[in-house]
């Protein structure tokens, strides 16, 4: 260990990724990450940044959750405000008023989840705006150059992401555009200062999700994602894929689970040996009154809440649970102020990278099969 | 002075407000208020915390725009959550998580303007919740006693509020009511703790306004309100009333302007002898992306500011400016992001606290009618 510590210096643009403990009992792993931007911990919890903000949370309060990393989507920012004008604003970090690293997703997943396709070959995908039905072609040289711009930490390559439960055959030919558009974002990709992930896909046909990381492995990429679950498959089919997948790409690169999900579904994924997350649960949620806890979910609407002096979760340090009561919280969301989404999603995000710092804890003292007794939703 | 510090803390009981600075171009002046929970400078102005909340800005937020004292609304408080709820929560001070002096309206203005009235006789006013339609009796000594109960530091007289342009002979039965439920509310008022204010009505009627105040002068207050205004009457109409009913309100007392305003209305208000303010202006327009600068306001939403780099204000040193760009806002608010009216209802409200600052100094300068040029809007 003192021997890497020393070599660190020498090959820091080298190591991106460094294992630093292993699980015995089972494919998970503690790592650490670095980037442009700075270094965290994996596994790691990326809270979501859609639109170049983490939903009613101050880039500052998100730190205090103890927040490293946050992911950001190149499809909402192409359409609003634009490349250009980021570019012009001085870059993402600096548009959001984030020094911490930035993960942006490619695009592929809001194309072909939210927009009116118009056409779509082996080259690309022409698509309406789903603001003002403007036409946009995105393909992987397109999205790897605006990522390039955007100036983040990790880009995604342009995939094709396909609903659940649609045939082999279909899922094949999103497969093989997959490693295609991999292959040429690859190529496209050039800032040394940023990392490129490929994205495994291939629903939950294991043929398939073997094809695809064996052909991305074959290319070569800085960190590998799993794309196309948590999209209606369930826990157990979600956890089966990603334990088949995840043990096929190398060891030393870090593995990024898209989407995912509940604390069950991260430390069940992190067991198979998945090192990073995002997914838009705690903001999502929070806005919906809807609070994590260690005990289970809490749904502060419900009229038990009404003069209840309790904090969301007692011994929470967050800002909300040191400061407002559960019958506080539940007036601000019945009288629909803005103070009970701001709150809730700031305890959830706190949660979240509470659980992530226990999950970290519990792999070094290989104890991650209690915490998954004891968070067991 | 030094003979005053002296004698402060015996009686500070009685003290709750000193006169620190009389300016010699007008009637305004600098003062100290104390309070139960800490003492804050005149003149000053009081964010508007509705239902427990102001809106978008957490507490701590809201110390660091240089708030001292808030206000809140005991008629939103009284339809939901209640009172007895918030005396179970431990209090409003708790309930809000404000450790800062509270202030409260009676609710007289509210079941006046939000309410579908159901009876109003010379004891008091029974109206319907804009919430839920349920009936609910007021009067002055149900109002004094809730806001007894809420434990803050200020409480209103329980008034009438007329709407602009009515009678005289309407108006003078409105301050008559006004009067006696003043009286009412002085005999019930029963917390030594807690400062009880008068308000003065009367329209733009210059008569009613001497009557009103005479009359509240002799029950004796700890402060005075000027109730009914910034209520359609125009700047001017409103400046002369001021001016001609602060002067019959005795002078070692606060003078509290109710619902205003304006920069120019404030400045001109502290000019004719006003101490405290209250209004919404800073967070709604902050919700409707409108900012407060030096130069005059400044609309978000606008096209010139796509890609402007610039902050709101320059060498303001509110999170806001020191972190987000126009062109970053402009896109928050076009994008439905809650970061926009949370970072502008932030920035107003630092502009707002900063602008007392500068009449206070401006005051202590005799340099008033130097700072109502500068910023004339």
Not at 177 to 206: D, K, P, S, Y
Request: proline fraction near 4%; hydrophobic fraction near 40%; charge should be negative.
């Amino acid at each position: 260990m003192h021997a890497r510590e020393v070599q660190d210096t020498v090959s820091l643009i080298m190591a991106d990724f460094q294992i630093l403990h292993q699980d015995c009992d089972s494919a998970g792993r503690c790592g650490l990450l670095r980037t442009a931007h700075g270094e965290v911990e994996t596994p790691v919890f990326m809270p979501v940044g859609t639109a170049g903000a983490v939903k009613g949370i101050t880039p500052r309060q998100l730190k205090e959750t103890g927040t490293g990393i946050i992911l950001a989507n190149t499809y909402h920012l192409l359409i609003r405000p634009g490349i250009e004008t980021i570019e012009k604003l001085g870059g993402l970090h600096k548009f959001m008023a984030w020094d911490r690293p930035i993960l942006t997703d490619s695009g592929g997943y809001q194309v072909f989840s939210l927009s009116p396709l118009t056409r779509i070959d082996d080259d690309g995908v022409e698509f309406a705006s789903h603001v003002d039905g403007a036409r946009i072609y995105l393909n992987a040289e397109i999205a790897t150059d605006i990522q390039n711009r955007l100036g983040v930490d990790i880009a995604m390559c342009f995939d094709q992401c396909a609903p659940h439960g649609i045939g082999a055959a279909q899922l094949e030919e999103v497969v093989a555009r997959t490693i295609l558009w991999a292959e040429r974002a690859g190529r496209a990709h050039a800032n040394a200062n940023q990392m490129l992930f490929g994205i495994v896909q291939g629903g939950t046909h294991l043929e398939l999700r073997t094809r695809c990381a064996c052909e991305l492995v074959r290319i070569g990429f800085d960190g590998y994602a799993l794309g196309g679950l948590s999209v209606g498959e369930g826990h157990d089919e979600m956890v089966r894929t990603v334990a088949h997948t995840a043990r096929l790409l190398p060891r030393d690169k870090p593995r990024y689970l898209m989407g995912v999900g509940t604390p069950k579904d991260i430390i069940a994924a992190v067991g198979a040996g998945i090192d990073m997350f995002d997914c838009v649960l705690p903001t999502r949620n929070g806005r919906n009154a809807f609070a994590f806890t260690e005990n289970g979910p809490l749904r502060l609407r419900n009229n038990a809440h009404i003069n209840d002096t309790e904090p969301i979760e007692i011994g929470c340090e967050c800002y909300c649970c040191t400061n407002f009561s559960r019958g506080a919280l539940r007036h601000f969301f019945n009288s629909g102020e803005m103070l009970g989404p701001i709150l809730v999603s700031l305890h959830n995000l706190t949660f979240y990278q509470r659980l992530m710092a226990e999950i970290r804890r519990a792999l070094r003292r290989n104890e991650l099969a209690e915490l998954a007794k004891r968070i067991d939703y």
